[in-house]
């Protein structure tokens, strides 16, 4: 699908750019990866024994993926409140830089920092991967309006996923339930190694899958977080390494 | 509609340690962004240990899998992760030729097992 021309008079309108940012939901692949991750979440929630209702308003209030797998499977195994929310909060720091990054793109002098809110509120990877795609093809001043309906479209098939999952894991037999749970280890797995663009990332992500069950013998209640930490600051160190190398 | 909502504790608990440590991050992104550069030292830091964590993560639903997916030998779930790597790699980082492969062996090496 083709965006109109920057100066068609479609873009005269917020509410067709709207429109046109929630119809190009459906020229991303990476709204098929978004689905399938979904779906496992979805599958991953009822079997975690979580209600429809709560899957659902995690998908919409905290709208960021690895956050919700990391709170259904923390609260799912039995860790303290603290203990998950310490998680999610390491695991969301990432969007702090996505909304830093994307934010300016639909900024104008006229733009009030309230204006920002619902856009900064749907910037996770796949918005911030698709800005950077679509929004050199949208006028500035119809930016926001584009990304609310983009946005708000990938929420939308989002919600239909989880429900789709979660009815599924309820429903099907034990092999395909087996199989949906399947797709959110294996999405997130070839979404995070696509991303890599670092050293640091590529060996956090290996250290951080070897690491896990060494950590579990620890039997802390915090294994993933002392993963992660000892796999990512390792991870950084041979960053930092490599770097004094070349210099 | 009770088992729709569930129960209302756990609702709180999703605001607690899932939507406020969520936000927080983004809110500062909206309140102070502009002042800090993509590629700073501690960024890298915090995105390994951020991927790291998923890692981890994905390591915990594969070693200790949840419901359904437990009926499925341990030996066979690392296969189809380790096959739909490979797939991922050779299809020069496709997602959809990992996760296909991946879901192909786990259903077919669980049928063919019955």
């Given at each position: 699908?083709?965006?109109?021309?920057?100066?068609?008079?479609?873009?005269?309108?917020s509410f067709r750019a709207f429109f046109w940012g929630v119809?190009?939901?459906?020229?991303?692949?990476?709204?098929?990866?978004?689905?399938?991750?979904?779906?496992?979440?979805?599958?991953?929630?009822?079997?975690?024994?979580?209600?429809?209702?709560?899957?659902?308003?995690?998908?919409?209030?905290?709208?960021?993926?690895?956050?919700?797998?990391?709170?259904?499977?923390?609260?799912?195994?039995?860790?303290?409140?603290?203990?998950?929310?310490?998680?999610?909060?390491?695991?969301?720091?990432?969007?702090?830089?996505?909304?830093?990054?994307?934010?300016?793109?639909?900024?104008?002098?006229?733009?009030?920092?309230?204006?920002?809110?619902?856009?900064?509120?749907?910037?996770?990877?796949?918005?911030?991967?698709?800005?950077?795609?679509?929004?050199?093809?949208?006028?500035?001043?119809?930016?926001?309006a584009f990304?609310h309906g983009?946005?708000?479209?990938?929420?939308?098939?989002?919600?239909?996923?989880?429900?789709?999952?979660?009815?599924?894991?309820?429903?099907?037999?034990?092999?395909?339930?087996?199989?949906?749970?399947?797709?959110?280890?294996?999405?997130?797995?070839?979404?995070?190694?696509?991303?890599?663009?670092?050293?640091?990332?590529?060996?956090?992500?290996?250290?951080?899958?070897?690491?896990?069950?060494?950590?579990?013998?620890?039997?802390?209640?915090?294994?993933?977080?002392?993963?992660?930490?000892?796999?990512?600051?390792?991870?950084?160190?041979?960053?930092?390494?490599?770097?004094?190398?070349?210099? | 509609?009770?088992?729709?909502?569930?129960?209302?504790?756990?609702?709180?608990?999703?605001?607690?340690?899932?939507?406020?440590?969520?936000?927080?991050?983004?809110?500062?992104?909206?309140?102070?962004?502009?002042?800090?550069?993509?590629?700073?030292?501690?960024?890298?830091?915090?995105?390994?240990?951020?991927?790291?964590?998923?890692?981890?993560?994905?390591?915990?639903?594969?070693?200790?899998?949840?419901?359904?997916?437990?009926?499925?030998?341990?030996?066979?779930?690392?296969?189809?992760?380790?096959?739909?790597?490979?797939?991922?790699?050779?299809?020069?980082?496709?997602?959809?030729?990992?996760?296909?492969?991946?879901?192909?062996?786990?259903?077919?090496?669980?049928?063919?097992?019955?």
């Open positions: 699908m083709a965006l109109p021309p920057l100066d068609s008079p479609q873009w005269h309108s119809r190009s939901v459906g020229s991303t692949i990476l709204a098929l990866v978004l689905f399938a991750t979904y779906l496992g979440i979805g599958a991953l929630a009822h079997d975690t024994h979580f209600s429809l209702a709560w899957t659902l308003a995690s998908t919409v209030f905290v709208w960021a993926g690895p956050a919700q797998i990391i709170l259904v499977s923390t609260l799912g195994s039995g860790a303290t409140i603290l203990q998950s929310a310490i998680a999610v909060s390491v695991s969301a720091i990432r969007l702090f830089p996505m909304v830093v990054s994307v934010l300016p793109m639909m900024r104008t002098p006229k733009t009030k920092r309230r204006h920002l809110i619902l856009a900064a509120h749907l910037t996770a990877v796949t918005l911030w991967v698709e800005c950077h795609r679509f929004l050199p093809q949208v006028p500035r001043e119809r930016r926001i990304i983009l946005g708000c479209g990938l929420v939308f098939l989002s919600v239909v996923a989880n429900t789709i999952g979660y009815l599924l894991a309820a429903n099907l037999s034990q092999l395909f339930a087996a199989a949906i749970l399947m797709l959110t280890p294996l999405t997130f797995l070839f979404s995070t190694a696509r991303n890599c663009r670092e050293l640091a990332d590529g060996i956090a992500l290996a250290l951080g899958l070897a690491l896990y069950p060494l950590a579990t013998l620890l039997n802390s209640g915090l294994d993933i977080l002392v993963s992660g930490v000892v796999a990512g600051t390792i991870a950084y160190g041979v960053h930092r390494a490599r770097a004094k190398a070349i210099a | 509609m009770s088992t729709f909502i569930g129960d209302w504790h756990a609702l709180v608990v999703l605001f607690v340690a899932g939507v406020i440590p969520n936000q927080i991050w983004r809110m500062l992104g909206l309140w102070f962004g502009g002042g800090l550069d993509e590629g700073s030292e501690l960024l890298v830091w915090v995105r390994a240990v951020a991927t790291a964590i998923l890692a981890g993560v994905i390591a915990q639903i594969v070693v200790q899998p949840p419901g359904a997916l437990a009926s499925v030998p341990a030996l066979l779930r690392y296969g189809a992760v380790a096959a739909g790597f490979a797939a991922f790699m050779l299809s020069r980082r496709s997602i959809f030729a990992g996760v296909a492969v991946g879901e192909v062996i786990l259903v077919g090496g669980q049928w063919w097992l019955g």
